[in-house]
């Protein structure tokens, strides 16, 4: 039955059954509820929202308001102009995404949180020893457009004697009207989950969206410095808590 329930749950989420990667501990429930390992590929996670299920995402309890699960598609005539994107991060308008909708009766200040599933550190080498301390990538991409746009802010929360919200990585203000990459290390040392969230801003044009969330086991990969036709030499380096960042120019 435990061989079955796995099989059934892997492939109504399209979770990548595998070992020695990140575990997730769902609850199946056939007539009784049965609490399963599931591993899935920390190489291979990753959620686009396109099933309803939203891949075990969660809603904080305690915050303000929801996050909300959207398509292009189906959106509302009467949406907010100037503000939240026309398609999902790969363009489609059949595509869902995550956004925070910043219309009344939402106030300045009020949060939404978005809790990924929970996840356990228990990465093994490919020599069998538990690997002590992984690191991984958390990586996922963000719209922020509109001139009231608020802040979008990543916790690790680490689930030990008690639970603990470290900052990960925060953005605030209009960035434009375009899908971003943000991809963050995380160094996890106990059960785990990612917070993703929004604050509403001054006004009602401050949507926030996120789309194609993933986790991969190790670090950020840091982009080769590129030539442009000009011979300009762009370096970039890996800034604290694994962002990217611009740091010079240089000539041939």
């Not at 900052?167 to 989950?193: C, E, M, Y």
């Amino acid at each position: 039955m435990y061989t079955t329930l796995l099989q059934y749950f892997s492939s109504i989420h399209s979770l990548t059954v595998c070992y020695n990667t990140v575990c997730v501990c769902v609850c199946v429930c056939v007539c009784v509820c049965v609490c399963a390992c599931v591993c899935v590929c920390a190489g291979e996670f990753q959620c686009g929202f396109e099933d309803e299920a939203v891949c075990l995402f969660s809603q904080d309890k305690t915050d303000e308001f929801d996050w909300t699960r959207h398509s292009a598609a189906t959106r509302d005539t009467k949406y907010t102009p100037n503000t939240g994107p026309s398609a999902d991060h790969t363009g489609s308008k059949q595509g869902f995404y995550m956004y925070i909708e910043t219309s009344r009766p939402r106030l300045e200040g009020d949060k939404a949180r978005l809790l990924t599933p929970t996840f356990n550190v228990g990465s093994k080498s490919s020599y069998g020893t538990v690997t002590a301390n992984p690191t991984y990538c958390f990586a996922f991409y963000y719209h922020m457009y509109g001139k009231h746009i608020g802040a979008l802010n990543v916790f690790l929360r680490q689930k030990g004697q008690t639970v603990t919200d470290t900052p990960a990585w925060s953005l605030t203000g209009n960035q434009g009207d375009r899908w971003r990459q943000a991809k963050v290390n995380i160094h996890p040392t106990t059960t785990f989950q990612m917070v993703i969230e929004g604050v509403r801003g001054a006004g009602i044009e401050g949507d926030i969206a996120i789309d194609d969330v993933t986790i991969e086991e190790g670090n950020v990969k840091t982009p080769r410095p590129t030539v442009s036709s000009s011979t300009s030499v762009y370096q970039t380096l890996l800034a604290p808590g694994g962002n990217m960042r611009l740091v010079s120019r240089r000539y041939l």
